[in-house]
Structure formats: C-alpha cells, structure tokens
C-alpha cells in the first residue's frame, strides 16, 4: 500500500513557476514508476510526466515538454514536478500516481493515487 500526499500548488500568474512536491509512504516507494496527471472539470485525467523507480527515464505530454520536469528522491520518499513558463492552459488539478511496474504508463492504470493539488494560473 502506498498513501501519495500531494503538495505546492497554488495561484500563480502566467509565465510564472510552481514546484509540486509528492510525499508517499511505504517501504516500496523506490520500487514504484510515478506520474504525474492533471484534470479540469468536465474532461478526463490527462497524462503529464513520468518516471521510472530509477529516475533514469522520464517521459512527458507534448503540451509541457521543455516546460515541465519531473524528478524523484527515493531517499526522501518524494517525487516532483517542476512547471515553468506556466499559461492558463496549465490550470487544472495535478494529482500524483504510483504504479507497480518498470514502464512509464500515460494511461490512468496507476495502483495509487493522491487527492490532487489544485494549480490555477491567472493571465
């Protein structure tokens, strides 16, 4: 079992930065692949970022590419996702995933999931 917290969020101005953070317990946290996911009302959870239990791999949505990037700590039990350049597309709900598997998956088949932390950015 994994409990994922979600953190960092916030309301921000176009162009600005956000560092999300992801704090998870449970013994096998290094073990899991993490994603990052976002959603806006009235559509469905989208892929955003990905990593494997390494942090030797990681994979992004085309609309965040070269804006967004994750990274792991499996010493500290925390992933995150740093968003740069942010616009008012980016507002959404950003939830954090863990999955018990060695490969990126851009699908919503993640084991474990956070409550989500809202990102709003304003032009």
């Known amino acids: 079992q994994v409990r994922l917290v979600e953190s960092g969020g916030g309301l921000v101005q176009a162009g600005s930065s956000l560092r999300l953070s992801c704090a998870a317990s449970g013994r096998r946290f290094g073990s899991y692949t993490m994603g990052w996911f976002r959603q806006t009302p009235g559509k469905e959870r989208e892929f955003v970022a990905g990593?494997?239990?390494?942090?030797?791999?990681?994979y992004y949505a085309d609309s965040v590419k070269g804006r967004f990037a994750i990274s792991r700590d499996n010493a500290k039990n925390t992933v995150y996702l740093q968003l740069n350049s942010l616009t008012p597309e980016d507002t959404a709900v950003y939830y954090c995933a863990a999955k018990a598997t060695v490969v990126v998956s851009r699908k919503s088949d993640y084991d474990f999931w956070g409550q989500g932390t809202q990102v709003t950015v304003s032009s």
């Open positions: 990593i494997t239990w390494s942090g030797s791999s990681t």
